[in-house]
């Protein structure tokens, strides 16, 4: 008898140890293959690669930051192969291991040969919007060549598994989640609500729907933005108030504390360049894995989210202000409340998470050169198409050659020039006399004979990576470091190879990561082939990255 219950007492015990690892790994038990059950993609927009160490004394000790490096295993030298570093790449690059020349996304916006016009990276009006009768959801992945690692989650697991986007911007919602999603959500600053796309549903889910009526843009509006701490403890920043600032809540605002209360229930863009545009998407998030029940299903979800907030401060105050570093010091309570919610909600260890960013920004060539000696400058190439057709209209008599200056390129009229008989060699010859002449530019050179011109191979790599002649232009300009585009008052940009730009963080948390770090040279392109790795799926379509070995040995 007492060996009989034993048998039995045992077989209980396996049956109740089987169900348990079960519950762990729903995925698991549907495929064979062990997944985590969900991948979180985090992106933060304009993030320094320095940031992370710049700021981080201050830090909170189980913070977003601290807990995702001490637990975590960090890539330290993360870089962007390609130009030009900018939103839309970025976001397309991380999530599909490729570059523009293959996934065809080479800037936000370009001039596009195959249909003669301008063209925004995710513009589409063959759809509509929904959740809003303005048209900033007339949006879609259609642009985008490739497959993304959501799309390839799809596929591996026959649709079961969801996939959702979100971002305050629809560029960064769009990209990442691919062609596939379920959804990609993003900002409406005509209504204050999150929106989406006919492209990907009809209308909008209940719990997004309840999410809206809450307004709580306007709630956030009540709080005003004051620093998080005594505005004399931000060392690591400039005077709150410099001569090349933005003042993006009006001429009278000259620092902290700002009045956002002017704005309640009138103008819902403002919130984008306050820290609220990040608490207010870590809300998005909540709601979705809670409304979507991600990492509750039958296969391994994604969740994107990209903050934009920070492109927006770093574009309007500069990298070194002090809202930047109050952003980041509230961004990483942000990311700590995060993390604590899907530790609750999906459960510790089995879900994924990777942080990193879509490009780092320069320092205001302002606060370089004025204050600290070190060459810099505005390069003002805004002007150069019109003066430009003024020479090529006297040295051949035709209009309009030059169609656009954007992306660091020169964009010819490439159809004028063949209807006219002009020998395009000649003409790059006086574009190139011209902007090789200008202030600030270091190199200018035709992109079809990138290979037969002198340059650093990392540069002519970035170049090549990111050239895709229907989308791109003819003549590649490059300036001299610590030299902008643009932006002679405000705050900085960004869009070069310069390690500024193209240096950015990468962190790996959660499921099957262990805490270490590598000091060694991996590429923006290396993320989705290395979660594809972990995931057991394949690689997306246009992938030209390899494998992190340290994180999926």
């Not at 009989?4 to 519950?23: E, G, K, M, T, Y």
């Not at 009768?133 to 649709?159: C, W, Y």
């Not at 549903?201 to 956030?220: G, S």
């Not at 656009?404 to 490439?414: A, T």
Request: negative net charge; contains cysteine; charged residues 15%.
């Amino acid at each position: 008898m007492v060996k009989f219950l034993l048998v039995i007492f045992c077989f209980c015990s396996v049956l109740q140890a089987s169900a348990q690892n079960n519950a762990a790994s729903p995925a698991a038990s549907q495929t064979g293959v062990q997944r985590p059950k969900l991948v979180v993609g985090i992106v933060i927009d304009q993030m320094r690669w320095d940031y992370l160490y710049r700021y981080y004394d201050r830090y909170q000790d189980n913070g977003g930051f601290k807990r995702l490096i001490g637990n975590g295993f960090s890539c330290n030298n993360t870089m962007i192969p390609y130009i030009p570093t900018v939103t839309a790449c970025g976001h397309t690059g991380i999530y599909t291991g490729s570059v523009p020349a293959i996934d065809g996304i080479t800037g936000n916006e370009w001039w596009d040969y195959d249909i003669a016009a301008d063209a925004y990276c995710t513009g589409d009006n063959q759809v509509t919007t929904i959740g809003s009768p303005s048209k900033a959801g007339q949006m879609s992945p259609h642009n985008l060549l490739v497959t993304t690692i959501g799309d390839e989650l799809r596929l591996a697991t026959n649709f079961r598994s969801k996939v959702i986007g979100i971002a305050l911007k629809d560029r960064a919602a769009i990209l990442p989640a691919g062609h596939t999603a379920n959804a990609a959500y993003w900002f409406d600053d005509a209504t204050g609500n999150w929106i989406s796309s006919s492209y990907y549903i009809n209308e909008l889910p209940k719990w997004l729907q309840d999410l809206n009526q809450k307004k709580l843009v306007d709630q956030y509006y009540a709080l005003d933005w004051n620093t998080l701490y005594p505005i004399d403890t931000y060392t690591q920043s400039t005077p709150d108030v410099e001569p090349y600032e933005h003042r993006p809540f009006g001429r009278d605002e000259k620092g902290f504390p700002y009045n956002l209360k002017q704005y309640i229930g009138k103008n819902y863009n403002a919130i984008h360049v306050t820290p609220y545009g990040n608490t207010f998407t870590v809300d998005m998030a909540k709601a979705a894995v809670n409304g979507e029940q991600l990492g509750a299903g039958p296969g391994t979800d994604m969740l994107t989210i990209s903050f934009s907030t920070p492109d927006y401060v770093g574009h309007t105050f500069g990298p070194n202000s002090v809202e930047a570093e109050d952003i980041f010091l509230r961004l990483d309570q942000d990311i700590a409340h995060l993390l604590d919610f899907l530790d609750a909600k999906v459960g510790k260890g089995q879900y994924l998470v990777f942080l990193t960013a879509d490009h780092g920004a320069s320092h205001v060539p302002f606060f370089l050169f004025n204050q600290h000696k070190i060459p810099a400058g505005n390069a003002l190439d805004a002007a150069y198409a019109d003066t430009l057709n003024k020479i090529l209209k006297v040295k051949f008599g035709a209009d309009k050659v030059v169609l656009d200056v954007s992306n660091y390129q020169v964009h010819l009229n490439r159809s004028l020039i063949k209807q006219l008989g002009l020998n395009k060699d000649s003409v790059n010859k006086v574009v190139l006399n011209y902007v090789v002449a200008q202030e600030g530019v270091y190199r200018a050179f035709a992109l079809d004979k990138v290979n037969e011109t002198t340059l650093n191979a990392a540069i002519k790599t970035a170049v090549t990576n990111g050239y895709y002649p229907p989308r791109s232009g003819d003549i590649q300009i490059l300036f001299k470091p610590q030299w902008i585009e643009g932006f002679e008052t405000g705050g900085t940009t960004h869009g070069e190879w310069n390690p500024y730009d193209s240096h950015i963080p990468l962190l790996w948390y959660g499921w099957n990561v262990k805490p270490g770090h590598t000091n060694r040279e991996v590429y923006m392109t290396d993320i989705a082939p290395t979660i594809a790795s972990m995931l057991h799926i394949q690689m997306p379509s246009g992938s030209v990255g390899h494998v992190i070995e340290e994180v999926a040995p």
